[in-house]
């Protein structure tokens, strides 16, 4: 069998956050998730099996990969090799349109772009929760990256009932992700390792407990529209994933100065200027800046004049996960 597909993805934004697994091996989540896909941020994989291939082969951004990406990719394969019946090893090559090392996470457009393009091309047609579901096992934040516009990920009970879909389209509300890049240093501790660490502390059993009404929370706060309750929310949500983070065994710490100045800069805007703004950080320093399009110029150069022009990105809502070119022959 000789199949080859390409599928294109967004990464995605998490309002409410994912940290802790109950089943690692699964990447089952301590607790369900919300986010929004990011357009433009992209990751393109073309996945061809081939029968010729003695092993797997995998280049991102032109250059052959041997070490960790490598084994992380060529195990997720082997998922969908398993799926289909499939001996074939494959040949894959991805893109990401940002620069790998912003610090912006690339796994999640990554896994699902493979998961998509990886299906198709070993000639399995499966439905968007299925393919979702696969995601996850490459890296959980993936399983958002499927359905497009808002997505919540619920938690689920085993692999079949773990995976994201959307909640509203892209359209349905005009936010935009402005990231501002503090440090472009690639992170010293990786997600996988975080969540391993999760349960080490004292506060990340109540961060869970609490993680079902900051879902509802969030979830109505997005359907609505209510930019105020939807700040409040955010940024209560991450400052929970933090002190979860930074009471950990050991410690971790992402944010630096310039982490604070930008979260203390964004508080003001919205509280004493009246902006509708709010912040929002993943594994890493750098501020997401969540902001309605309206706003969009204004915030841009305000986050430029504090970080500098080269260091604030854009993204609006994004689509879902989409198969771009497939080639199926027996
Ligand atoms: O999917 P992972 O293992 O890269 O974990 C993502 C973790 C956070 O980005 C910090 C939170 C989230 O929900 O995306």
């Not at 893109?95 to 790998?100: D, L, R, V, Y």
């Not at 200027?273 to 997401?288: E, M, R």
């Amino acid at each position: 069998m000789m199949g080859r597909a390409t599928a294109v993805s967004c990464a995605n934004i998490a309002f409410i956050k994912y940290w802790g697994n109950r089943d690692s091996r699964l990447r089952l989540p301590a607790n369900g998730s919300i986010s929004m896909n990011m357009a433009g941020i992209e990751t393109t994989t073309t996945v061809a099996f081939d029968e010729n291939l003695e092993r797997d082969e995998l280049a991102i951004n032109g250059e052959t990969q041997r070490g960790e990406a490598f084994v992380r990719v060529s195990r997720h394969l082997d998922h969908i090799r398993a799926l289909a019946g499939l001996g074939a090893r494959a040949n894959v090559a991805s893109q990401n349109s940002f620069a790998m090392g912003t610090g912006l996470a690339s796994s999640a457009s990554a896994f699902a772009a493979l998961t998509v393009a990886g299906c198709a091309a070993a000639g399995l047609s499966l439905s968007e929760a299925a393919l979702s579901a696969i995601a996850r096992l490459g890296s959980g934040s993936a399983c958002r990256s499927v359905p497009g516009g808002f997505a919540e990920w619920c938690a689920g009970k085993d692999h079949d009932t773990s995976y994201a879909e959307s909640i509203a389209p892209p359209d349905h509300w005009g936010l935009v992700d402005l990231i501002a890049i503090v440090s472009r240093e690639h992170k010293q501790v990786g997600s996988t390792a975080g969540h391993a660490a999760a349960d080490t502390s004292p506060l990340q059993k109540s961060r869970v407990v609490d993680a079902p009404k900051r879902i509802e929370t969030c979830r109505k706060a997005l359907l609505t529209r209510d930019f105020d309750a939807f700040a409040a929310i955010v940024e209560h949500d991450a400052l929970m994933m933090h002190a979860v983070m930074m009471t950990s065994q050991p410690p971790l710490l992402y944010w630096s100065p310039d982490t604070l100045n930008v979260m203390r800069h964004v508080i003001d805007w919205r509280e004493r200027q009246g902006l509708p703004v709010c912040y929002t950080i993943d594994a890493g320093p750098n501020v997401h800046v969540i902001t309605t399009q309206e706003r969009q110029e204004t915030l841009t150069a305000r986050l430029e004049a504090l970080v500098g022009g080269e260091n604030v990105l854009a993204a609006r809502p994004g689509g879902p996960t989409r198969l771009i070119d497939a080639e199926i022959r027996h």
